[in-house]
C-alpha cells in the first residue's frame, strides 16, 4: 500500500506539472528547460552523493559506452521536456496529454521492433485501435497530432533507451543534468537569460527553482515506490498523469474539444483498456508460473 501510494503521488505531481508551467508562461520554454535543467542539479547532485552512489556516478562517468548513451538520454529527455512545456504553454496541453496516453503503446510497438518481442491479440488489437485514432484525427483535422506524436516517440525512445543501459534513475537523472550543463552555461552566458527573466518578473526564479525541487521529489517519489510495487501496478498508475493533463486542459484551460479529438482520445482510451487486460493476463499468469 505505501508504495502504491508513493507511485500515485509521484504521477500525480507529473500530471498537474502544466499548472505549474502555466505560472511562468512569460517566460520562454527555452528559458524554463535550461533552470529546470540547472536547478534540478542542484537537488540531485547531493543527494546522489548523499546516498551514498557517488562510485556508482563516477563509474558511469569513467564508462565511454554508457556515457554516450546516457548523452542520448539527457538529449531526448531534454527534447521531451521543451516539446511539453511549449505546449503547455500555448495553450495545446490536450495534445501533450494525448501524447502521453499513446506513450505505453508506442513503448510496445518498439519492444515489437527492437527485442523482438512476442505479441498477443490484445496487444495488437491495441496498437491497431490507436493507430485507427490518429489517423481519424490526421484525416479530419487535416494533420497529424505533431505535438502528441512527438512528446510519445521522444519519451519512448527515452524508454528505450533506459532498457538499453540500466542505470538507477537517481545516477542516471544526476548524470544526465550533469551532461546537459556545459550546454547550459553556454546558453545562459551567451543569451543573457538571467537578465532577460529579471527584467519580466525577480519572482519567476522562484518557480524555476521549483521546478528543479519538483523534478527531484517526483523522481525520488517515482523510484522508491517502483521498487514496492508490482510491474502491473506500475502500468496501471502511469495513465493517472495523462488523465490529469486531459482534465486540466479541458476543466481549467477550457481548451476546445473538436469531435475529431474526442473520437481520437476515445479510440486511445479503448487501446489502453486492451492494453491493461493484455497486461494483467500476462502478469496473472507470470505469478501463476512462479507459484509453481
Not at 518557480?207 to 502500468?235: E, I, M, N, P, Q
Not at 473520437?263 to 482510451?269: A, N, S
Given at each position: 500500500m505505501y508504495g502504491t501510494l508513493l507511485i500515485i503521488t509521484a504521477y500525480s505531481l507529473w500530471g498537474f506539472f502544466p499548472l505549474y508551467f502555466r505560472q511562468m508562461s512569460s517566460v520562454s520554454a527555452m528559458d524554463i528547460l535550461v533552470f529546470r535543467t540547472l536547478f534540478a542539479l542542484l537537488h540531485v547532485l547531493p543527494l546522489t552523493l548523499a546516498c551514498g552512489k557517488g562510485n556508482e556516478l563516477f563509474r558511469q562517468l569513467a564508462t565511454p559506452r554508457n556515457l554516450g548513451m546516457l548523452m542520448v538520454n539527457a538529449l531526448l529527455v531534454s527534447v521531451n521536456w521543451l516539446i511539453f512545456i511549449v505546449l503547455v504553454n500555448t495553450g495545446n496541453t490536450l495534445q501533450a496529454s494525448l501524447g502521453y496516453y499513446i506513450n505505453p503503446l508506442l513503448t510496445v510497438f518498439l519492444a515489437l521492433l527492437v527485442f523482438r518481442e512476442r505479441f498477443g491479440k490484445f496487444r495488437w488489437a491495441s496498437i491497431g485501435v490507436a493507430a485507427l485514432g490518429v489517423l481519424i484525427f490526421a484525416l479530419k483535422v487535416g494533420t497529424l497530432p505533431w505535438g502528441a506524436l512527438s512528446v510519445a516517440v521522444t519519451f519512448g525512445l527515452y524508454g528505450l533507451m533506459k532498457k538499453i543501459c540500466p542505470t538507477d534513475s537517481l545516477t542516471a537523472l544526476t548524470i544526465e543534468t550533469l551532461l546537459l550543463?556545459?550546454?547550459?552555461?553556454?546558453?545562459?552566458?551567451?543569451?543573457?537569460?538571467?537578465?532577460?527573466?529579471?527584467?519580466?518578473?525577480?519572482?519567476?526564479?522562484?518557480?524555476?527553482?521549483?521546478?528543479?525541487?519538483?523534478?527531484?521529489?517526483?523522481?525520488?517519489?517515482?523510484?522508491?515506490?517502483?521498487?514496492?510495487?508490482?510491474?502491473?501496478?506500475?502500468?496501471?498508475?502511469?495513465?493517472?498523469?495523462?488523465?490529469?493533463?486531459?482534465?486540466?486542459?479541458?476543466?481549467?484551460?477550457?481548451?476546445?474539444?473538436?469531435?475529431?479529438?474526442?473520437?481520437?482520445?476515445?479510440?486511445?482510451?479503448?487501446?489502453?483498456?486492451?492494453?491493461?487486460?493484455?497486461?494483467?493476463?500476462?502478469?496473472?499468469?507470470?505469478?501463476?508460473?512462479?507459484?509453481?
Open positions: 550543463t556545459p550546454f547550459v552555461f553556454f546558453y545562459i552566458l551567451f543569451t543573457g537569460s538571467v537578465q532577460t527573466v529579471w527584467a519580466v518578473d525577480p519572482r519567476q526564479f522562484l518557480w524555476l527553482f521549483g521546478c528543479g525541487t519538483l523534478t527531484a521529489l517526483t523522481l525520488l517519489l517515482y523510484g522508491a515506490g517502483a521498487l514496492r510495487v508490482k510491474l502491473s501496478t506500475l502500468g496501471l498508475c502511469q495513465y493517472i498523469t495523462p488523465t490529469c493533463h486531459f482534465l486540466t486542459a479541458v476543466l481549467v484551460f477550457k481548451e476546445p474539444m473538436a469531435p475529431a479529438q474526442w473520437v481520437c482520445f476515445g479510440l486511445i482510451w479503448v487501446a489502453l483498456i486492451l492494453f491493461t487486460i493484455d497486461s494483467l493476463r500476462n502478469e496473472d499468469s507470470k505469478s501463476t508460473f512462479r507459484a509453481e
